[in-house]
């Protein structure tokens, strides 16, 4: 009798299951994070692991066309490793497609080191100059050769006019400098660019304010950090001296970079990854622009007749948070620094083409509307060397000056959207290094393919990584025509091929 009970209600039990079940659909990014993970267990000899490296694996991003990058940072022996960090770059499925990896071989190296912290960092402090903070010298490693041990030290002050955080590396064994890099980046209503515009603001009580509501972050005042209010929300006076008119034009600039970068280039994750921008300030007592990481200021011209809002710099400043923000930071010395540079130039002339504005067209010119320094443009991208910039790339680019070490990246973009001989307002001829003739793939997919590229960076990133990186991002976007375009245009500029390049 208890059997008999029990069965009818095990036969009541399912009856009343519905007849089907919804399965949610797998999440991409964890199909990324999981296939990551088991080519990383299942494959050490790629990343080059060893027996005392840990692994750590951070957020991971979405790209376009279903594209995963799942990022990884590496310790040595509880120290910190300094290009040892890598990307694993997956489809929507979760199949892996390609690893970006900037560490050339296993690390073994010993950990104690043979110079005192106290010696390093008064090597540091000499490298630096004058500096108000620094932080205790610790020990890392830096992914070179077999691992090279160094002190970290960082030295905060100011750069000319502008703050500087700058990261000094001091070899261990030797107490020499190894090299350093800074993470402030340089850059070179009515708005005085784009004439009468509209542009998103945010109401509070009877005062409008010059933040975006809509693009969390986004907003824009003076040094003290205040945002501009308005009473009617009719801003600036049009004139190049006016601050809150120089504000409308930054405003109008990175709004429409913010939607450059999601309807173009299908980044959803704006200028830091994480869906926010970052302040802007205006009123900067210099003929320059910089970056800080967590805000952006303004400076005019030389003449002081401008401010130095224009679409293609505002651009070029937020492009260095993009740069910052991807996968690897902007972590490196001098050829890391150029590859920066050149990547706030590419943002700021898709932007430019994105807006396609009469009262600025787009070009390929930087801050030519501005005229920074009283001389027109300070690069021209379709020829680096108009203005004494390599337009090809050899070995002394590496230890050049940032900005103009950017003309190899910048000749090598432009050469990949619009070849060597296009046609149309904006869009001038370019010499190749190799005698090549190319054609460009457009702008847009141009744009997309860099985005892709960055997506897929790591620390200490060079000419010939940014070569294989865009390579595989070309192909994976645009099949074997996407990667030929790519390789032809780097070839065009004299980058050599990176080992273990993609092909079709």
């Known amino acids: 009798m208890r059997r008999t009970t029990v069965l009818k209600m095990a036969m009541a039990a399912v009856l009343t299951v519905p007849p089907y079940v919804v399965v949610p659909p797998p999440d991409p990014s964890a199909l990324a994070a999981s296939a990551a993970d088991h080519l990383v267990a299942d494959r050490p000899e790629l990343i080059h692991r060893s027996g005392q490296d840990v692994l750590v694996r951070s957020r991971v991003v979405s790209g376009a066309h279903g594209l995963r990058y799942v990022p990884y940072e590496r310790t040595y022996a509880g120290l910190p490793v300094r290009g040892g960090d890598f990307v694993v770059v997956t489809d929507v499925e979760g199949h892996v497609l390609s690893v970006s990896v900037n560490q050339e071989q296993v690390l073994s190296v010993r ?37 090279v041990l160094a002190y970290e030290t960082v030295i905060t002050g100011v750069k000319g006019s502008r703050p500087s955080r700058l990261h000094v590396f001091v070899d261990a064994r030797t107490g020499k400098v190894i090299g350093s890099w800074d993470e402030v980046a340089d850059g070179v209503g009515s708005g005085y660019y784009h004439g009468r515009i509209s542009f998103d603001t945010t109401r509070s009580s009877t005062l409008y304010g010059m933040s975006d509501s809509t693009r969390p972050g986004v907003r824009c005042g003076g040094l003290d950090g205040r945002v501009y209010t308005d009473p009617d929300d009719d801003w600036g006076n049009g004139t190049g001296t006016d601050l809150v008119t120089a504000c409308v034009d930054a405003m109008h600039a990175a709004q429409a970079g913010w939607d450059m970068l999601v309807q173009w280039l299908g980044k959803p994750g704006a200028f830091d990854g994480y869906g926010r921008g970052f302040p802007m300030r205006v009123g900067y007592d210099d003929a320059n622009a910089y970056y800080d990481r967590a805000l952006v200021v303004f400076g005019h011209n030389s003449s002081r007749t401008r401010q130095a809002t224009s679409t293609d710099i505002v651009m070029h400043e937020l492009g260095h948070a993009i740069f910052y923000f991807t996968p690897g930071s902007s972590l490196g010395f001098r050829e890391t620094g150029a590859l920066n540079e050149s990547t706030g130039d590419i943002f700021g002339t898709l932007t430019e083409w994105y807006l396609n504005e009469k009262a600025d067209p787009p070009d390929y010119e930087i801050a030519e509307t501005v005229d920074l320094v009283g001389a027109g443009p300070i690069r021209y991208m379709n020829d680096p060397s108009r203005l004494g910039d390599p337009k090809c790339f050899s070995e002394s680019v590496r230890n050049m000056e940032v900005h103009a070490g950017a003309g190899v990246q910048n000749h090598w973009f432009y050469l990949l959207a619009e070849g060597s001989a296009p046609a149309g307002a904006g869009r001038p001829g370019s010499p190749t290094c190799n005698g090549s003739v190319l054609r460009g793939i457009g702008i847009q997919n141009a744009g997309m393919i860099y985005m892709e590229t960055l997506n897929r960076k790591v620390s200490f990133w060079t000419h010939e990584d940014a070569r294989r990186a865009s390579m595989e991002a070309g192909l994976q976007l645009f099949g074997c025509e996407g990667l030929r375009a790519v390789r032809d245009a780097w070839n065009a500029v004299s980058v050599p091929a990176h080992l273990n390049e993609p092909n079709c």
């Open 111 to 147: 950990t104690s080191p043979e110079v005192s912290a106290q010696d390093a960092g008064a090597a540091a402090r000499r490298e630096a100059g004058a500096g108000t903070d620094m932080t205790p010298p610790t020990l890392t490693v830096l992914a070179r050769g077999g691992g």
